[in-house]
């Protein structure tokens, strides 16, 4: 009892010295050894640094210089950390998140009309940092203002933009967002390199008195509300807060631990990044606490010095270990089972001990009990709920429509929520496919081993169910060689589900921008694609039960299969138009390089919004330049807009792609750029209908496949081949057209209908 004594006095001398040497230990380093950890009153870990040697620097993984901080001195001679010419407000190790003061984007008029900003894009081009989805919101303010936010999705060019107006201040309401006088827009998940800008459509002569500029900025959800005040006084703020997402990227957690520059330090986690770009995050294990990017930087707490949390009851008290802490009980007391007890009590317990272990018994079975009804009745809601989705989304309506269509059951299949999950192995990432602004498409694999594309929605459309079935019954009796066939649906789930048949080769777009891949794509080829093409959207618009706009033809949705034979494909965006209308009232919705501006500025789509996407996929194939790359100069961004001046300007030959010219086919490249330019007039009254280009291509193709297109289709020979036309039959194929072609073309007017009357 003695022995018994002193050994609790010397674990308590112990406890007292852990606690003092606790409250006089200095807090976990943030930066390298001999580095600093502040700027201002700005804290600075590590992987950040603000002088050489103290940041990461790892040329080979990521951008030169993307950690680096410079702290320098404001002009009211405080110190202020700077990022890429931004001021940091903020760096947490915790969250990956960092802190910033980002430009607006400023558009002012003076009253006669005349800019008074004549460069107001406001810029932050950071490869290796997205914009927070979570913290920010892209916001436009003004009564006379659209605005677009550009930035890189995935490696390839995204935009979102919104459109404010109001006739005077008093339409406008404090604390509303929602186009008048201010809208507002989520942006895309994993951003980069963005650009954004405000501009005007009246030049803010219309609202000049009492609105003479628009703004458009990235900012903080928490930080701004709207105030009707900001339609005047917004001007004199420079910088607005902004939050980035940052990690250590380009690697997995897999890949870099088996790299000598892995980052993680002792006692801390790899995290593997949430989103499409690869990269990870390190975190301290549980038991530690630091900077887990330093070497030795997560360390040791102790969860006995009463400000961090433990286990222990009134009977015990707390002792640290390395990473952990166990609870022994106090003096006078002994573990009894799972309970500290009072030494003399421990007789006297057996009754309340007995009780204990029949009540827990009696408590183990209750529960075991309940969660099988539980379980049964998860099961019974969860069917209850797909019945639900299955009505929703207009099930009930689509069965009824099918079975009332003979040989509809084949090509229109339901689906089971259950069928495509299996298919696709519960939708693993190793099964995409690809991914846009309307969903991501999958791989699967049906117990028959056929292989099929499953489109999985983001957003569910509820408002438009009946035209949601409608569409899909028009879509699976296209019968048309060059347009990806629907082969039914899914409606268990919150939004419906797509099924399609899968098509090998990849898209277009892959296929023109790889280096590999486009020296394959000669311009026979592409010939032959962008006729196909034209040929599938000319059915779309005319021959089909209902005329169907795509809304979104880029060369990323057109699949080729094993011979190069084009699908159109991605109907995510595509609308019915009712036979009594020629345009629809919608929401601007498209990609930015192939979207009409026409429809961008007005929102009424027409079947000319599909011919002007149509030319830049034509003016793609030609010149094997993407449709919008920040790489070339400001002025020829867009690639329309540089085609056309080429053309104009008696350029094209200088931006054609160089192995598809030849002496034998540069005047047939020179009428189809002419073709591709009339598609891309900024009028669509002016454009030619998708009807006519899929007849020019066609015969562009037809004539492409005899060695006589060149000769002069009067001859003697000539006639006694074909035969004399027995009507006549004009074509405005363009003024770059020649008289011949046209004759040629109306000779084998029969064969190159064809395709556009049955699309077989």
């Known amino acids: 009892m003695v022995f018994h004594r002193m050994l609790m006095q010397v674990i308590w001398v112990g406890v007292i010295l852990s606690a003092i040497m606790a409250t006089t230990a200095t807090t976990f380093p943030l ?29 080979a993984d990521i951008d030169d210089g993307s950690y680096f901080i410079n702290c320098t001195s404001n002009a009211q001679g405080q110190r202020q950390p700077m990022i890429w010419n931004v001021n940091v407000t903020s760096i947490s190790i915790e969250s990956g998140e960092i802190g910033i003061q980002m430009y607006n984007s400023i558009d002012c008029y003076d009253q006669s009309g ?14 290796g940092f997205t914009v927070s989805v979570t ?14 936010l550009n930035g890189y999705l995935n490696d390839q060019p995204s935009f979102v933009g919104c459109q404010s107006t109001c006739n005077n201040t008093q339409r406008a309401v404090s604390g509303a967002c929602s186009g008048i006088g201010c809208c507002q827009m989520d942006i895309p998940q994993d951003l980069t390199n963005i650009e954004f800008i405000a501009t005007s459509i009246s030049n803010h002569t219309k609202v000049w008195n009492f609105n003479p500029c628009g703004f458009a900025f990235v900012i903080q959800k928490d930080k701004f509300n709207f105030s ?11 910088t607005l807060p902004m939050v980035l997402d940052w990690a250590i990227r380009n690697e997995t957690c897999e890949v870099a631990r088996n790299k000598t520059n892995y980052v993680c330090g002792g006692n801390s986690t790899c995290i593997d990044l949430n989103s499409t770009l690869s990269g990870y995050h390190c975190q301290c294990r549980d038991g530690y606490r630091g900077n887990p990017y330093l070497k030795d930087g997560c360390q040791d707490i102790d969860e006995c010095d009463g400000k961090e949390p433990n286990n222990c009851t009134s009977n015990q008290f707390c002792v640290n270990d390395v990473g ?14 799972v309970a500290c007890v009072p030494n003399q009590a421990a007789p006297k317990l057996s009754l309340a001990i007995s009780l204990t272990i029949g009540i827990s018994v009696g408590l183990l079975l209750l529960f075991v009990g309940g969660s099988w009804i539980y379980w049964g009745l998860q099961k019974r809601k969860l069917i209850k709920l797909r019945e639900k989705f299955f009505q929703q989304n207009g099930g009930l309506l689509l069965q009824q429509k099918l079975s009332n269509r003979k040989g509809s059951v084949e090509t229109s299949k339901i689906y089971s929520a259950e069928e495509l999950k299996k298919a696709t192995n519960n939708y693993d990432e190793s099964r995409v496919l690809g991914q846009g602004g309307y969903g991501t498409v999958y791989k699967g694999i049906l117990p028959n081993n056929k292989v099929i594309a499953i489109k999985k929605s983001k957003i569910g459309n509820q408002t438009q169910i009946e035209q949601f079935v409608n569409e899909i019954i028009v879509l699976t009796h296209i019968n048309h060689r060059n347009v990806v066939k629907l082969l039914g649906c899914c409606l268990e789930t919150e939004v419906p589900l797509l099924v399609y048949e899968f098509i090998s080769k990849g898209t277009l777009s892959e296929h023109i921008h790889d280096k590999g891949l486009s020296s394959l794509l000669s311009w026979e080829k592409r010939l032959k694609i962008a006729a196909e093409t034209a040929g599938a959207l000319a059915y779309l618009h005319s021959a089909t039960s209902v005329p169907i706009i795509h809304r979104d033809v880029k060369a990323a949705n057109i699949l080729l299969d094993d011979n190069f034979t084009a699908k159109v494909s991605d109907f995510g965006a595509s609308r019915l138009v009712p036979l009594d209308q020629t345009q629809l009232n919608t929401l601007v919705q498209g990609t930015f390089g192939y979207l009409d501006p026409e429809y961008f500025l007005t929102s009424q789509l027409t079947e000319k919004s599909d011919v002007y996407s149509f030319g830049v996929v034509l ?3 030609l010149t094997g330049k993407r449709a919008l790359s920040f790489d070339r100069p400001e002025i020829d961004r867009n690639l329309a807009m540089l085609f056309i001046s080429a053309v104009k300007d008696d350029r094209l030959v200088q931006i054609l792609e160089d192995h598809i010219v030849n002496e034998g086919n540069i005047e047939q490249l020179k009428e189809v750029a002419n073709l591709a330019k009339r598609c891309l007039k900024v009028t669509g009254e002016d ?4 009807k006519e280009v899929a007849m020019e291509l066609e015969g562009f193709v037809i004539m492409e496949k005899h060695p006589w297109r060149n000769a002069s289709v009067y001859t003697e020979e000539t006639e006694y081949l074909l035969g004399a036309p027995t009507q006549s ?5 363009g003024p770059s057209c020649s008289s011949s072609t046209v004759a040629g073309y109306d000779s084998m007017r029969n064969e190159a209908l064809k395709p556009l009357d049955d699309g077989r």
Not at 48 to 56: I, Q
Not at 687 to 690: A, E, K, L, T, V
């Open 31 to 59: 930066a390298l050894p001999n580095c600093p950890d502040s700027c201002g009153n700005v804290k600075i870990p590590y992987p950040f640094g603000t002088t050489e040697g103290c940041y990461l620097n790892d040329t």
């Open 114 to 127: 005349t800019s008074l900003s004549p460069n107001n894009t406001a810029t932050l081009h950071v490869p």
């Open 135 to 148: 913290k920010n919101k892209f916001v436009a303010v003004g009564c006379d203002t659209y605005a677009v």
């Open 228 to 238: 009707t005040d900001y339609l005047i006084s917004l001007r004199n703020n420079e």
């Open 324 to 337: 952990s802490h166990h609870c022994p009980c106090l003096e006078g007391y002994h573990l009894y089972g």
């Open 619 to 621: 003016a793609e194939l």
């Open 687 to 690: 454009r030619p209908s998708m």
């Open 729 to 733: 039959f004009s074509i405005d194929v």
